[in-house]
């Protein structure tokens, strides 16, 4: 035990020594950006300045497009053969997995995310998307006997990526690798909160074998590098990971300039819904507290509404309370940390503002609802439930990004899914039911991209990274994961010859 703590420390020590540059990564190489302002980035779980990056500037954005529609259009990456490129898309691959634990620690330096969070292995998409090369299909269409119709599927050109802080590794590889794998160059913009480990991805691509211009990084403010990209004439299709309100942005910059296609994935305000027959409430228990804790809250799937049938309200909340009381908050940096800082001053403060509005709502505190380890500088605020939440209770119809779970009751199964399609999202939702025809109607019924019913305790991987989601309402637009969501960033092309 010792050995693993000491080379952990080692590691830390390591690449806390190392700077990462974050400045423009483009046509192969860092370059200064032509910004002239500057961002502070501060280190979570201290509130100490960590790193300066620029703000970027359209001159960084223009450069980068230009540099992947060169990339594009001379064919260096969308022309080579699929064996070649799945050869490249391996080793990138590989890289990732060899440097998966330096990247978890520049994660939980820029953001938070403790580096003992279990997750997806980011490496995982990459491969899953490189065996996919050559599995993408087209059609040919029954004829007459002069035509010959067949359509097959061609790379979009330059796609724009913006990612989120939650997840900075995974998210920029959830965009990279379905783009890269067709065909498509890429210009990505990673948050300003969490740069550092998308910046060491660009790096590690070139060693890998990606040709220069095939993956530009632009860092900065998303109200100036996300929004010139997103504008950029020369950008075939945007993929973006954020809130709902940046996502219609996104839709509206691409109407103002080249309708291009746009991806968006949005908020989220997804519910548990338990119903009586349910007898392991400790299974439900953990399920709907790792939900709401993972990441502090801070992901688009959590379960932060608890939708519970009346009869088994209380024990369940007090199951749920006893977990949330649980958590090892601290140093995201220590391998025993479970719940670490909110990702800077402005989300802490936002959340805690939610918690003062479900107060005033008239809602019961049970637990949390203060910002703890002030002592250390950090960003943190303790895992709070509210229960006797009204419907429509701010805390129950928007997103909070945090560690806030709000308990919602209900007698029938109706009720239980007027309750569940109450809000204007719809990406996740999880029922709780032995019942056959009870998890059925359901799941037919609620307006979700993903619906999971679970009759026991969840054990299995599923099908593993392999499957797709398409939100539904204020959630977002478009196809994620999986071969269909390979298949977006690709364009339906119709070949027609006539031959006499």
Same mark, same amino acid.
């Given at each position: 035990?010792?050995?693993?703590?000491?080379?952990?420390?080692?590691?830390?020590? $390591?690449?806390?020594?190392?700077?990462?540059?974050?400045?423009?990564?483009?046509?192969?190489?860092?370059?200064?950006?032509?910004?002239?302002?500057?961002?502070?980035?501060?280190?979570?779980?201290?509130?100490?300045?960590?790193?300066?990056?620029?703000?970027?500037?359209?001159?960084?954005?223009?450069?980068?497009?230009?540099?992947?529609?060169?990339?594009?259009?001379?064919?260096?990456?969308?022309?080579?053969?699929?064996?070649?490129?799945?050869?490249?898309?391996?080793?990138?691959?590989?890289?990732?997995?060899?440097?998966?634990?330096?990247?978890?620690?520049?994660?939980?330096?820029?953001?938070?995310?403790?580096?003992?969070?279990?997750?997806?292995?980011?490496?995982?998409?990459?491969?899953?998307?490189?065996?996919? /090369?050559?599995?993408?299909?087209?059609?040919?269409?029954?004829?007459?006997?002069?035509?010959?119709?067949?359509?097959?599927?061609?790379?979009?050109?330059?796609?724009?990526?913006?990612?989120?802080?939650?997840?900075?590794?995974?998210?920029?590889?959830?965009?990279?690798?379905?783009?890269?794998?067709?065909?498509?160059?890429?210009?990505?913009?990673?948050?300003?909160?969490?740069?550092?480990?998308?910046?060491?991805?660009?790096?590690?691509?070139?060693?890998?074998?990606?040709?220069?211009?095939?993956?530009?990084?632009?860092?900065?403010?998303?109200? /100036?590098?996300?929004?010139?990209?997103?504008?950029?004439?020369?950008?075939?299709?945007?993929? @973006?990971?954020?809130?709902?309100?940046?996502?219609?942005?996104?839709?509206?910059?691409?109407?103002? $300039?080249?309708?291009?296609?746009?991806?968006?994935?949005?908020?989220?305000?997804?519910?548990?819904?338990?119903?009586?027959? @349910?007898?392991?409430?400790?299974?439900?228990?953990?399920?709907?507290?790792? $939900?709401?804790?993972?990441?502090?809250?801070?992901?688009?799937?959590?379960?932060?509404?608890?939708?519970?049938?009346?009869?088994?309200?209380?024990?369940?909340?007090?199951?749920?309370?006893?977990?949330?009381?649980?958590?090892?908050?601290?140093?995201?940096?220590?391998?025993?940390?479970?719940?670490?800082?909110?990702?800077?001053?402005?989300?802490?403060?936002?959340?805690?503002?939610?918690?003062?509005?479900?107060?005033?709502?008239?809602?019961?505190?049970?637990?949390?609802?203060?910002?703890?380890?002030?002592?250390?500088?950090?960003?943190?605020?303790?895992?709070?439930? @509210?229960?006797?939440?009204?419907?429509?209770?701010?805390?129950?119809?928007?997103?909070?990004?945090?560690?806030?779970?709000?308990?919602?009751? @209900?007698?029938?199964?109706?009720?239980?899914?007027?309750?569940?399609?109450?809000?204007?999202?719809?990406?996740?939702?999880?029922?709780?039911?032995?019942?056959?025809?009870?998890?059925?109607?359901?799941?037919?019924?609620?307006?979700?991209?993903?619906?999971?019913?679970?009759?026991?305790?969840?054990?299995?991987?599923?099908?593993? /990274?392999?499957?797709?989601?398409?939100?539904?309402?204020?959630?977002?637009?478009?196809?994620?994961?999986?071969?269909?969501?390979?298949?977006?960033?690709?364009?339906?092309?119709?070949?027609?010859?006539?031959?006499?």
């Amino acid at each position: 035990m010792m050995k693993g703590k000491t080379m952990h420390d080692n590691r830390v020590a $390591s690449i806390n020594r190392q700077t990462v540059d974050v400045v423009p990564f483009i046509d192969g190489k860092s370059v200064h950006s032509a910004s002239k302002e500057t961002i502070e980035v501060f280190n979570p779980a201290t509130g100490k300045r960590s790193m300066t990056i620029p703000a970027g500037c359209d001159t960084d954005v223009d450069r980068a497009v230009a540099s992947a529609r060169g990339a594009f259009d001379d064919g260096r990456w969308s022309e080579l053969p699929p064996s070649q490129k799945k050869g490249i898309l391996s080793k990138f691959a590989d890289l990732i997995e060899q440097e998966a634990g330096q990247l978890d620690i520049l994660d939980a330096i820029d953001m938070g995310k403790p580096v003992g969070l279990p997750g997806f292995n980011a490496s995982d998409f990459i491969r899953f998307c490189a065996n996919a /090369i050559d599995k993408v299909l087209g059609d040919v269409y029954t004829s007459d006997t002069t035509t010959f119709v067949a359509q097959h599927r061609v790379p979009r050109g330059v796609v724009g990526a913006v990612t989120p802080w939650n997840f900075p590794t995974v998210n920029a590889v959830m965009k990279l690798a379905p783009a890269l794998a067709t065909g498509n160059c890429v210009v990505l913009k990673p948050s300003e909160c969490s740069s550092q480990s998308a910046m060491r991805l660009a790096h590690l691509a070139i060693e890998a074998g990606l040709p220069p211009g095939t993956f530009n990084v632009v860092p900065g403010r998303g109200e /100036i590098v996300g929004r010139a990209l997103a504008l950029h004439r020369d950008v075939d299709m945007i993929t @973006f990971t954020g809130s709902t309100s940046v996502g219609k942005q996104m839709l509206q910059y691409a109407g103002q $300039s080249n309708m291009k296609l746009v991806h968006a994935e949005c908020g989220g305000k997804s519910p548990h819904i338990v119903f009586a027959d @349910f007898t392991d409430l400790d299974a439900v228990a953990d399920g709907v507290a790792q $939900s709401i804790l993972h990441n502090q809250g801070q992901i688009c799937v959590a379960g932060s509404r608890l939708l519970v049938q009346a009869a088994i309200e209380k024990p369940l909340v007090e199951k749920v309370t006893e977990r949330m009381q649980q958590i090892v908050a601290g140093d995201p940096l220590d391998p025993k940390t479970t719940f670490g800082p909110l990702v800077n001053r402005r989300q802490m403060e936002r959340v805690l503002d939610y918690i003062s509005s479900g107060k005033q709502s008239g809602a019961t505190l049970v637990t949390g609802g203060r910002r703890m380890r002030e002592e250390s500088g950090g960003f943190f605020v303790e895992p709070t439930l @509210f229960s006797n939440v009204a419907p429509d209770a701010k805390i129950a119809q928007e997103e909070i990004f945090g560690p806030v779970l709000s308990v919602i009751s @209900f007698n029938s199964i109706d009720e239980a899914i007027q309750l569940a399609n109450s809000t204007a999202y719809g990406l996740a939702a999880y029922v709780w039911t032995t019942d056959l025809a009870t998890g059925m109607k359901v799941s037919k019924q609620i307006r979700a991209g993903t619906v999971c019913v679970r009759a026991v305790k969840p054990s299995g991987e599923g099908p593993g /990274i392999a499957f797709s989601q398409e939100p539904v309402g204020q959630s977002g637009v478009g196809v994620e994961n999986g071969m269909a969501g390979m298949e977006a960033y690709l364009r339906r092309q119709v070949v027609w010859f006539d031959h006499g």
